[in-house]
Nanobody, 121 residues
């Protein structure tokens, strides 16, 4: 099955920037990606969609991050990025990569393990 490996999380001050990366792989086997997205979950809150990008590519952002975050993808590398700028303490959460893909037959999904983003004030 497709595995997602996230990187780029860390500790940053209010107003700072971070770039998250997520690489999808299937042990060298061929697969095709549909939508990739980033979700986040803060302590005591439910997981929420932060940004998504389709093959179009069209994008969708949560209202709370519009104008500050940018999602992009490199299809040749099976990688999705989340550029985060003007970070706020309320952005503190575990960020999870999501991938909708297919090898043959029905679409499947994969989740990353999560990477911690902490924004200090």
């Amino acid at each position: 099955q497709v595995q997602l490996v996230e990187s780029g999380g860390g500790l940053v001050q209010t107003g700072g920037s971070l770039r998250l990366s997520c690489v999808a792989s299937n042990s060298g086997k061929i697969f095709s990606i549909n939508t990739m997205a980033w979700f986040r979950q803060a302590p005591g809150k439910q997981r929420e969609l932060v940004a998504a990008i389709t093959t179009g590519p069209s994008t969708n952002y949560a209202d709370s991050v519009k104008g500050r975050f940018t999602i992009s993808r490199d299809n040749a590398k099976n990688t999705v990025y989340l550029q985060m700028s003007s970070l706020k303490p309320e952005d503190t959460a575990v960020y999870y990569c999501y991938c909708n893909y297919f090898i043959s037959g029905p679409n499947r999904i994969a989740w990353g393990q999560g990477t911690q983003v902490t924004v200090s004030s």
